[in-house]
């Protein structure tokens, strides 16, 4: 979903090399620290670079905080405001249509990833010329339920890529890249995913990872629950495949159930039993039950497709 940047007007300014997305939720407390952080460590790197903040519908003063900083920083900071909260990947895919520099770094605003461990990314990305870096961390500091939650869904997408599943919100994009998912405009967005449908040279760094400051994390048990159960309907077949091989293997034993009372009722004249046909039943209107429920979820997923409900919307750039 390409925005329209010609009607932004950016200052003239230096070669930007690294553009620093980072999707902000409610945490007003720690955005002045995170961006002195930001400029610090790429000031003693002597690079170029900007940060897009975007603002994903928070209630509290984090617009009033961004507002400042732009103010006070006009070529570094670029300030998107989000009319209601979208969620991550929405946010940092919209992060996407501004960006200038010639790599990307996406990270989370609550200080989880240390702004200082940037230049890991960068040092990893100079010398394997990927296209990708993911940060892995050593120890993740998240509390047990985000991380069951966390685990699970890059399971989910780590079943098609062998890399996924390992990596972090803590990555290294080439321009190249991201140039190619622009136009992507599924409602539902899971930025893994999708930028690994245009590339495998990927490669991890070990990183640290903080304690969350502030605010706890805006992944709710349902949330996480709701991006497991959406990846698996718009990015995979999984559940389809699912119904086949079921449906096969089910059939199978039926047939064989069903065999085993015809042949003892004809060489043993033994009635069919109540027990074995109420069994035969239940068994088989279980799968077709659970079919039905498989395939409601990919037609409820397509019409929300055909309705073209863009992935977010944007209410105000500084």
């Known amino acids: 979903m390409k925005y ?42 002597q690079k170029s670079f900007e940060i897009i903040f975007i603002d994903d519908g928070s209630k509290d003063d984090s617009w009033k905080v961004l507002s400042h900083l732009k103010s006070n920083n006009p ?9 209601k909260n979208y969620g991550q990947h929405s ?7 501004f960006v200038r520099g010639d790599f990307i770094i996406t990270m989370d605003d609550d200080l989880q990833h240390p702004p200082e461990e940037i230049l890991k990314l960068i040092h990893a990305g100079e010398e394997s010329q990927a296209d990708m870096v993911y940060g892995v961390y050593r120890k993740k500091q998240h ?38 998912i622009l136009d992507h405009n599924l409602h539902f967005i899971y930025i893994d995913e999708v930028l690994q449908w245009y590339t495998d040279k990927i490669t991890l760094v070990e990183v640290e990872h903080h304690k969350r400051k502030g605010s706890k994390s805006g992944y709710s048990v349902r949330k996480l629950f709701r ?5 698996v309907f718009f990015y995979t ?13 089910v059939s199978f034993f039926t047939f064989l159930l069903g065999l085993h009372f015809i042949i003892k009722k004809i060489f043993q004249d033994i009635p069919l039993g109540y027990t074995s046909m109420i069994v ?3 068994f088989s209107t279980s799968l077709i039950i659970f079919s039905l429920g498989v395939i409601g979820g990919y037609i409820s997923r397509i019409y929300q497709i055909q309705k073209k409900k863009p992935p977010y919307h944007i209410d105000k750039v500084l």
Not at 75 to 83: K, P
């Open 227 to 231: 991006m497991a159960s959406d990846l």
């Open 75 to 83: 070529d570094l900071v670029t300030a998107i405001r989000l009319n």
């Open 91 to 97: 946010a940092i895919m919209c992060g996407f249509n």
């Open 143 to 180: 509390s047990v339920v985000r991380n069951i939650g966390s685990y699970s869904v890059r399971k989910y997408s780590g079943f098609f890529h062998k890399n996924s599943s390992k990596g972090s919100s803590f990555r290294l994009i080439k321009r190249s890249i991201i140039d190619k």
């Open 280 to 282: 035969t039943i239940l």
């Open 4 to 45: 329209l940047q010609e009607n932004i007007k950016y200052p003239q300014m230096a070669h930007i090399y690294y553009s620093v997305i980072i999707p902000v939720f409610q945490s007003e407390d720690l955005l002045s620290r995170l961006f002195e952080k930001i400029k610090n460590t790429f000031e003693k790197a």
């Open 237 to 249: 077949t999984m559940p389809l495949k699912m119904m086949v091989y079921g449906g096969f293997i």
